[in-house]
């Protein structure tokens, strides 16, 4: 079993992860317009923010939760970077800054943390809603793929995960 259920760690900083070209160009929630839903719809009781590695893992009353982790609160050095994402049940896998695909989705997929996504297809084959990824099309599937994610039984957890795994070795 992993620690976290709910992973999102990166930079989140604005206005650069605000940036208009990503709503205006392909239609997607820019990083800090899907963090920002995120946090308000979860609540405080939902929402973890660490600020040093050992709070990464919460405790087990909080596993149930969003943990973020942004460099601006604190900053995941690089060689334990696909080790933290495999802490994690899902990651939530914002889109970058100018274009949606950002490299933290391909990192979830070798660690097998189950990516919560709003641009499946930018991968070939494209990842698989329920299957290797979860996705949403706006604020309000969001919000339900996160609730989903926390309350997903955890056979089914352990399913999509070795499905995440194996689209990384087969795919990527």
């Known amino acids: 079993t992993r620690p976290l259920s709910l992973l999102f ?10 940036a208009p070209v990503l709503p205006d160009n392909y239609n997607v929630l820019s990083r800090v317009k899907a963090l920002a839903i995120a946090e308000s719809s979860l609540g405080s009781e939902l929402v973890r923010r660490p600020h040093t590695l050992d709070q990464i893992i919460p405790s087990q009353e909080h596993r149930k939760s969003l943990t973020i982790a942004t460099t601006q609160d604190l900053r995941i050095p690089s060689e334990q970077w696909i080790e933290t994402l495999a802490l994690a049940d899902f990651y939530f ?5 100018e274009m949606p695909l950002c490299h933290n989705l391909i990192e979830s997929l070798a660690a097998g943390s189950i990516p919560i996504l709003q641009y499946h297809q930018y991968l070939h084959p494209n990842l698989t809603n329920g299957v290797n990824c979860l996705v949403y099309s706006d604020e309000t599937s969001l919000v339900e793929m996160l609730q989903l994610a926390l309350n997903m039984p955890s056979d089914q957890v352990e399913a999509m995960s070795k499905s995440a795994q194996e689209y990384y070795k087969t795919h990527l």
């Open 93 to 97: 896998a914002c889109p970058g800054v």
């Open 9 to 18: 760690a990166g930079n989140a900083k604005a206005p650069k992860y605000d």
